[in-house]
């Protein structure tokens, strides 16, 4: 509720940037300092080609050059998980929208709902040094807390700082080479999409090359700001 009495909508919040940016270590403390749903269509996606679905078979050859699975795919998963009731606490959308088709896609689902993205939040950062980040990345199997080998290591080599488990996973996609296809991919199809949420006026900028605290404060003074 607010002030007024009205029941405000679920909050949605986007984040923008290019593979490495820091948009999925974003979203997991956007996630407990504001109680949203981080949704992530990577994870979808990669679940979905671990379980062998349908659309997971569609999706893996894509994913593993590099370049982005079909919008119907991707926005039919999304919704699927959209539709399911942890989410009506507000999301972090986390990798999507990557098209212009998807955001279109998601305005009207957001509509049908009675919701509207609060925030697109760009990550700003330089391209070359995603390569480095990209290459040291690994997870959390068990809990998905994401590390780095020299930005994030674990505080005990292998084990997973959150929930104990030693079960670290390296992305089958994670290699310099296909790097360099997905980056190409967000300046030919994601780039548009800062235009795209700057002129509904929701575009917020924050410089994602410094430390991994301090970028969070900056974002969750935009998300603050964005959600009351
Ligand atoms: P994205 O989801 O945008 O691809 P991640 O959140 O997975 O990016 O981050 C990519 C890698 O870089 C991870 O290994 C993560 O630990 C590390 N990382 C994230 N943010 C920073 C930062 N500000 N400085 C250094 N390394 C970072
Ligand atoms: P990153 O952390 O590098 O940004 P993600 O985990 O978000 O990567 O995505 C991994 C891969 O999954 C992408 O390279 C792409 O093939 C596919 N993918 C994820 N989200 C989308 C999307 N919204 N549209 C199309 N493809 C997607
Ligand atoms: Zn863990």
């Known amino acids: 509720m607010d002030g007024s009495g009205t029941p405000q909508a679920a909050p949605v919040l986007i984040l923008l940037g290019p593979p490495g940016a820091g948009k999925g270590t974003q979203a997991r403390l956007l996630e407990e300092r504001f109680g949203l749903v981080q949704l992530s269509t990577g994870d979808l996606l990669r679940a979905a080609v671990a379980a062998g679905t349908d659309a997971g078979n569609q999706a893996k050859d894509v994913m593993d050059a590099g370049g982005l699975v079909g919008d119907d795919i991707v926005v039919a998963i999304l919704r ?26 998601l305005d009207r ?6 919701q509207a993205v609060n925030a697109a939040i760009s990550l700003i950062v330089d391209d070359v040094k995603m ?4 290459s040291g990345r690994f997870t959390c199997g068990a809990c998905g807390e994401g590390y780095h080998e020299a930005f994030k290591p674990p505080k005990q080599a292998d084990t997973c700082d959150v929930c104990g488990a030693r079960d670290m996973q390296r992305r089958a996609d994670d290699t310099p080479k296909t790097v360099m296809s997905r980056l190409d991919a967000y300046h030919a ?40």
Request: net charge negative.
């Open 109 to 114: 689902l957001l509509t049908d709902n009675g």
């Open 189 to 228: 199809e994601t780039a548009p999409l800062l235009r795209y949420y700057g002129d509904k006026g929701v575009l917020k900028e924050v410089d994602a090359m410094g430390d991994i605290n301090a970028i969070a404060r900056d974002i969750a003074k935009i998300a603050d700001h964005a959600t009351t």
């Open 80 to 105: 699927d998980r959209m539709a399911e009731p942890d989410c009506a606490k507000g999301v972090i959308l986390d990798g999507f929208p990557r098209t212009t088709g998807q955001a279109g896609a």
């Open 131 to 134: 390569v480095v980040r990209i």
